[in-house]
């Protein structure tokens, strides 16, 4: 079954008020949301609170929402506004940095040797901070495409413009994050 | 210059999305030995593209996405429980105020122009209110930019 017609069948349930229904929904993509807000606002805690936010205001609009169109799409543009308002009405910026540093895993490859691993962790550290010092827009197409994988096509979908804009705001970030990196070094 | 400067840059990101079809990637590779600092770029690049396809973010624990669902639901449960606590305190604010009122304006003790003060003090409030509220809702009804984050 193709995702909007696996998600209308829930869908129309919960339009008619049905919260179990809704609550399959959720379970479907509170993993995805969940991701997508903390690579935008990087701190764990505020990431849950922000994904399950936009979870409760997409379902009090739920009822003007297009089962024909996809839930995902609709329902991030809810997160997104919500994470982008919380880090302009955050005052203190820079306290996200070391709660995402912990937000990382460190890759530990037995195979190589310690001293490469201690440079390759300082390395992606400092691709970290950069990643961080970048706008949130800038920070949002990085890791949608370069962390979280996400294609093109559903990057544009997601974002709603087109593929070309995505190519060339992921050029201009990469080109912004190249920059930063340089002077971290 | 400029023009191949923009297409190797373009060509640069495709190759890093492995996008690149094969003319592309002929074309790619000869700018790439025409010139050191396309390659330099390149190198770059392509080793922040390695770092970050490394990078992983953190699962958070199993029992957060058990709980999920349920703090959702406790939250859409005590949002109606709020909308039904303002209903019920409007309409007894509402009946309270004109029994209130109706009180004023019957009691023979109160001189004439205490009884008018106290209902202008009432007029005046509530026609504040109803302004602001009248205010906002037309505000969020007609700013065409309320989904823009400024």
Known sequence: MIEPERDAEFIEKAQKGNKNAYGEIVKLYMKRAYFSALSIVGSHDDALDLSQDAFIRAYRSIKKFDTTKSFYTWFYKILRNLCLNHLRNKSNRASNFSEILDDFENIKDENQNTDKMIEQNETKKIVWQAIWKLTPEDREIITARDILNTSYEEIADLLQVPTGTVMSRLHYARKRLQKIIEELQ | ?150
Request: glycine fraction near 4%; hydrophobic fraction near 45%; charged fraction near 30%.
């Open chain 2, 1 to 150: 210059m400029s023009n191949e400067l923009d297409r190797f840059q373009t060509l640069l990101n495709k190759a890093l999305d492995n996008m690149l079809t094969d003319e592309e990637r002929i074309e790619f590779n000869s700018l790439l030995a025409s010139s050191d600092e396309y390659q330099d770029k390149w190198n770059s690049i392509k080793k922040i593209k390695e770092i970050t396809k490394t990078m992983k973010l953190k699962n958070p624990p199993e029992e957060i996405w058990d709980k999920y669902w349920l703090g959702i639901y406790s939250r859409l449960e005590r949002g109606i429980a709020w909308i039904l606590i303002s209903i019920g305190a409007i309409v007894v604010l509402i009946y309270g105020g004109f029994k209130a009122i109706e009180s004023v304006i019957q009691d023979p003790t109160l001189a004439w122009f205490l009884k008018a003060a106290i209902l202008m003090l009432i007029a005046g409030g509530t026609m504040l209110l109803v302004s602001i509220a009248r205010e906002r809702l037309f505000i969020r009804k007609t700013d065409k930019y309320k989904e823009i984050i400024r």
